[in-house]
């Protein structure tokens, strides 16, 4: 059977060879260059900050936040590939370009959305599996399984078991990335019908983009919704390589896995409460305060109140503070700007916002808290809210859905360009005790 003509597959391996090339010329001449020098706090503290991996499709700036081949959020919602109504940009799009570094046009997003629906197809095997599980099964325990059961269909798997040579990696990968990311909504949809609508299935809908058919897979047929499964897919893409999912996907990627086994793993991370999860927290936290204070629409010095009480007791603000970012998130600002637009009046997100007023003033006379500003859990799960899902124990596998586009993107860019196994080296407490009291000055 002669291979289908695929224009982002071709583009993607010209890239990728030149820069393979390019870096190996690099390496050879200058390799030996120092990039950064590594402290004992770094050591002991998660190796927070230490340059150590390359990460091509997106990259953060602690002032700009997240920038996706050099893009803004801002940027992408006007230049990228938009929605039947032109409201808000494809994740198609976005994937596009994370993959080869170009803004693509819109017939190019559209082919992808119908590739896409082509490689769709969820073997019933993976259902079945999904169906022997209690349904009370946490959402992303069934995400992960499903998608570990669908290794048995992985490319690269089959053609590395036949033999082929380290320079096809690239491409059994790219297939492999490319029939993942087409049926994860599938999958996901699946799980939330299943678990909390009496498994009532609603079937797919193959004349609309990949977002749009998502939410219409999830049960919400709304415009507004599908605008918002494509922003929130399309802003949640990616955070450059170092957080938990991506850095576990990369690493586990590292070791030749199937990109099936590396997003399994990557999704595995995403379920923490330090980070994917933290979206649920946030919801769960606002209604608790309102159920506490007793209205739907407290005062902003109510607020303050209760978020003084929460830091009081020892805990933290869900959805307040980064990592990195030193400014207000974009994805935050992101989600504000599309809720003025579709639902400025919700209470929910009215609460949202006079957060968003009171919470970084007070983190700031802490002194404790480099940033003080809101991240992109902040607002997610109240616009979900605004349209009825308020199934909080799903909101992470959309995150996950979404995240799957930047680092299997990257993992194409990892085995294109041929990065080794990732394997840093560990030190014993003793040892690190005994360094720093002897080197220290």
Known sequence: MPERKDPLKKKFYEKSSKLKTSLKALMKEKGATIVDQVQ??????????????????????????IRFRGYSIPQLREKLPTGPDGKEPMPEGLFWL???????????????SKEWRRRSKVPNYVYAALNRLPVDTHPMTQFTIAI????????????YDEGMGKDEYWDATYEDVMNLIA????????????????????KADRTLDWAGNFAHMLGYEGEDFKNLMRLYLTIHADHEGGNASAHTTHLVGSTLSSAY??????????AGPLHGLANQEVIGWIFNMLEDLGTQKP???????????????????PGYGHAVLRQPDPRFMAQKRFAERNCPNDDIVQVVWKVFEVVPPILEKLGKVKNPWPNVDAHSGALLVHYGFNQYNFYTVLFGVSRALGVLANLCWSRALGLALERPKSVTSEWLTNYINENAK
Do not use: C
Request: aromatic letters at 8%.
């Open 40 to 65: 004992a706090a770094q050591v002991y503290g998660g190796a927070r900050g230490i340059k150590m991996m390359l990460w091509e499709t997106s990259a953060l700036d602690p002032i700009e936040g």
């Open 98 to 112: 994370m993959l080869v570094d170009e803004i693509p046009t819109q017939k190019q997003a559209e082919w992808l």
């Open 148 to 159: 570990n059961a669908m290794q048995s269909e992985s490319v690269f798997q089959q053609r």
């Open 183 to 202: 049926k994860l909504p599938h999958v996901a949809a699946y799980i939330y019908r299943r678990s909390f609508f009496n498994k009532d299935i609603i």
């Open 261 to 270: 086994l590396s997003l399994a793993a990557g999704i595995n991370a995403l």
């Open 299 to 317: 005062s902003t010095e109510q607020i303050a109140n209760y978020v003084q009480e929460t830091l009081d007791s020892g805990r933290v603000v």
